[in-house]
T-cell receptor
Framework: DAGVIQSPRHEVTEMGQEVTLRCKPI?????LFWYRQTMMRGLELLIY????????DSGMPEDRFSAKMPNASFSTLKIQPSEPRDSAVYFC?????????????FGPGTRLTVT | AQSVTQLDSQVPVFEEAPVELRCNYS??????LFWYVQYPNQGLQLLLK??????LVESINGFEAEFNKSQTSFHLRKPSVHISDTAEYFC???????????FGQGTELSVKP
């Protein structure tokens, strides 16, 4: 299996631009998670889906952030408009079980820089 | 609510020395516990997990962790570290009812020759 796939791996954009991060979970997994990692705040869960349905989005920082999962093999995290404080590494992870009781498999991450 | 505390943000150690990375958790219900490792510029990988049964769990590369319910701890140990063990290590907890996986702040293990 190719594992969790994220694109792009690196994204540099200017403040105010729209940014879309993409994730393809492992085939057969039914839970998907978006995390953000920064030096200051560590690893934060932004949102997670179970069977393509958002279960908990309480970690989404504000309305500028939105996430979708139109089918079992694809998810997007969108930031519009982007701000410099959004600079971070964004990870997608998938799991076989709801809520990640069992192992979560992480993608390589997208390093976002907003100037 | 659950929480995880990793007591050391950085642990420098010489090659072939033993190491212990400390993790304490707080929860009012039963939990499952995990250690993840993050090598530079990579995503997190599961190192080992405690779900039930034996309180001592081991990884394939020589790490072990012991679940101590009375002390609410899940410390990670290795008797002899290698340069290649240099990475950031995250302890994580989730309740046995599911929900969010809560991560600690991470411990940066730096192995020097």
């Amino acid at each position: 299996d190719a594992g969790v796939i994220q694109s792009p791996r690196h994204e540099v954009t200017e403040m105010g631009q729209e940014v879309t991060l993409r994730c393809k979970p492992i085939s057969g997994h039914n839970s998907l998670f978006w995390y953000r990692q920064t030096m200051m705040r560590g690893l934060e869960l932004l949102i997670y889906f179970n069977n393509n349905v958002p279960i908990d989005d309480s970690g989404m920082p504000e309305d500028r952030f939105s996430a979708k999962m139109p089918n079992a093999s694809f998810s997007t995290l969108k930031i519009q408009p982007s701000e410099p404080r959004d600079s971070a590494v964004y990870f997608c992870a998938s799991s076989l079980a709801p809520g990640g009781i069992y192992e979560q498999y992480f993608g390589p991450g997208t390093r976002l820089t907003v100037t | 609510a659950q929480s995880v505390t990793q007591l050391d943000s950085q642990v420098p150690v010489f090659e072939e020395a033993p190491v212990e990375l400390r993790c304490n958790y707080s929860s009012s219900v039963s939990v499952y516990l995990f250690w993840y490792v993050q090598y530079p510029n990579q995503g997190l990988q599961l190192l080992l997990k405690y779900l039930s049964g034996s309180t001592l769990v081991e990884s394939i590369n020589g790490f072990e962790a012991e679940f101590n319910k009375s002390q609410t701890s899940f410390h990670l140990r290795k008797p002899s570290v290698h340069i290649s063990d240099t990475a950031e290590y995250f302890c994580a907890v989730i309740t046995n009812q599911g929900g969010k996986l809560i991560f600690g702040q991470g411990t940066e293990l730096s192995v020097k020759p």
